[in-house]
């Protein structure tokens, strides 16, 4: 297997949109997924990846790059990363994060972060691999349900 990496671009959007609704395990509007994922392209602070075989989409990275006052600095914090279920295992996600990392380094961002949900413990065990701390705690409030 051959993996690339590539920017994503506006003609993405299909194996995109299919991805998050893999990753979250629900079907998201695609009308909404579309008018998001055109607004995240354009913003220099958003970083899409896509890694394909033969020019097959296989996976996909999101990043998004904040100026942190706490940090003094960049902070890229990936949103969303899922490599296809029948590729996992030939080390997609690896060159994913090694890409991002070259990347992050051209554009001297400080640190990577992610945030994993508790029953991703694969997803946990992968970040632990590739080197990053678990160091933190996140806290969630869905203020949509707040009367």
């Not at 296989?58 to 914090?77: A, D, K, T, Y």
């Given at each position: 297997?051959?993996?690339?990496?590539?920017?994503?671009?506006?003609?993405?959007?299909?194996?995109?949109?299919?991805?998050?609704?893999?990753?979250?395990?629900?079907?998201?509007?695609?009308?909404?997924q579309f008018e998001?994922?055109?607004?995240?392209?354009?913003?220099?602070?958003?970083?899409?990846?896509?890694?394909?075989?033969?020019?097959?989409?296989?996976?996909?990275?999101?990043?998004?790059?904040?100026?942190?006052?706490?940090?003094?600095?960049?902070?890229?914090?990936?949103?969303?990363?899922?490599?296809?279920?029948?590729?996992?295992?030939?080390?997609?996600?690896?060159?994913?994060?090694?890409?991002?990392?070259?990347?992050?380094?051209?554009?001297?961002?400080?640190?990577?972060?992610?945030?994993?949900?508790?029953?991703?413990?694969?997803?946990?065990?992968?970040?632990?691999?590739?080197?990053?701390?678990?160091?933190?705690?996140?806290?969630?409030?869905?203020?949509?349900?707040?009367?």
């Amino acid at each position: 297997m051959k993996i690339t990496i590539r920017k994503c671009e506006p003609s993405d959007f299909e194996a995109v949109y299919h991805f998050i609704n893999l990753l979250e395990n629900t079907e998201f509007s695609k009308e909404k997924q579309f008018e998001i994922f055109n607004e995240n392209l354009k913003n220099t602070n958003h970083l899409f990846y896509i890694a394909e075989n033969e020019e097959k989409p296989i996976g996909f990275l999101s990043c998004m790059v904040q100026n942190l006052i706490h940090h003094s600095g960049p902070i890229g914090e990936i949103q969303e990363m899922i490599v296809l279920p029948e590729y996992r295992g030939f080390k997609v996600g690896k060159v994913l994060i090694e890409h991002l990392i070259s990347e992050a380094k051209k554009k001297n961002i400080l640190q990577l972060e992610v945030t994993s949900g508790l029953q991703r413990v694969k997803a946990h065990e992968f970040y632990l691999r590739e080197g990053f701390l678990d160091t933190h705690k996140k806290f969630t409030m869905n203020i949509s349900e707040k009367p």
